[in-house]
C-alpha cells in the first residue's frame, strides 16, 4: 500500500540561529556525503535496529544517487528529507526525514541523524524539528521511531497493523 501525506504547504527551507533546513538533493552531496561518512558506522541503525545504511564502503556517486531519490520523492511530495546545516550553512550538521506514518494514529514518522562530532546539538535539534513540525508543518501527532518510542515498541505497532 503506498504510504501519502495530507500536507498542502511544505517549507522548502527552515532557518533559526543555530540550524539551516534545505532539501536533500544533488546539490548538498559532497557536504552530506562527508557527514555521512565521518563514522558511518555510528549512524547505523538511524533507521531501525537492522538498518545497515550507510554502508561503509558507499561511494560518492552512491550518495549522490541516493538524493536524486530523496529529490523526486520530495518534488512527489511523497516523503521529504532536508539537509541540516549549521546557520551559516557552511557545514552539514546530519539530515531529517518526514514520511508519512505508516500507522494511521499518528501525522508523520520522522527520523533524523546528526553526525558524531555533532552530538552535542542533538536535543536541542530535537526540540527545533518538533516544534517546526506542530508550528509550520501543522502537525500534531508525530513519531520519532527510535526516539519517542522503542524500537520494539514500533516493530510491535507495525505488525500489529498489517
Not at 559532497?30 to 562527508?34: E, F, I, M, T
Given at each position: 500500500m503506498m504510504r501519502s501525506f495530507n500536507v498542502h504547504l511544505v517549507p522548502i527551507n527552515f532557518n533559526n540561529a543555530q540550524f539551516c533546513f534545505c532539501p536533500l538533493e544533488?546539490?548538498?552531496a559532497?557536504?552530506?556525503?562527508?557527514a555521512v561518512m565521518e563514522n558511518p558506522r555510528y549512524l547505523q541503525g538511524v533507521f531501525g535496529p537492522d538498518s545497515q545504511w550507510p554502508n561503509e564502503l558507499m561511494t560518492?556517486?552512491?550518495?549522490?544517487?541516493?538524493?536524486?531519490?530523496?529529490?523526486?520523492?520530495?518534488?512527489?511530495?511523497?516523503?521529504?528529507?532536508?539537509?541540516?546545516?549549521?546557520s551559516e550553512r557552511t557545514r552539514c550538521l546530519g539530515s531529517i526525514y518526514v514520511e508519512p506514518c505508516r500507522l494511521n494514529e499518528f501525522d508523520c514518522e520522522v527520523y533524523f541523524w546528526v553526525r558524531q562530532s555533532?552530538?552535542?546539538l542533538e536535543n536541542?535539534?530535537?526540540?527545533?524539528?518538533?516544534?517546526?513540525?506542530?508550528s509550520t508543518?501543522?502537525?500534531?501527532?508525530?513519531?520519532?521511531?527510535?526516539?519517542?518510542?522503542?524500537?520494539?515498541?514500533w516493530q510491535e505497532k507495525l505488525a500489529g497493523n498489517e
Open positions: 544533488p546539490s548538498v559532497a557536504a552530506d556525503y562527508d560518492y556517486a552512491e550518495n549522490l544517487a541516493s538524493l536524486a531519490v530523496h529529490q523526486a520523492e520530495f518534488e512527489r511530495q511523497e516523503a521529504f528529507a532536508y539537509s541540516i546545516f549549521n555533532q552530538m552535542a536541542a535539534l530535537f526540540d527545533v524539528i518538533q516544534t517546526w513540525l506542530k508543518w501543522m502537525f500534531s501527532k508525530i513519531v520519532f521511531p527510535g526516539r519517542t518510542v522503542s524500537w520494539l515498541e
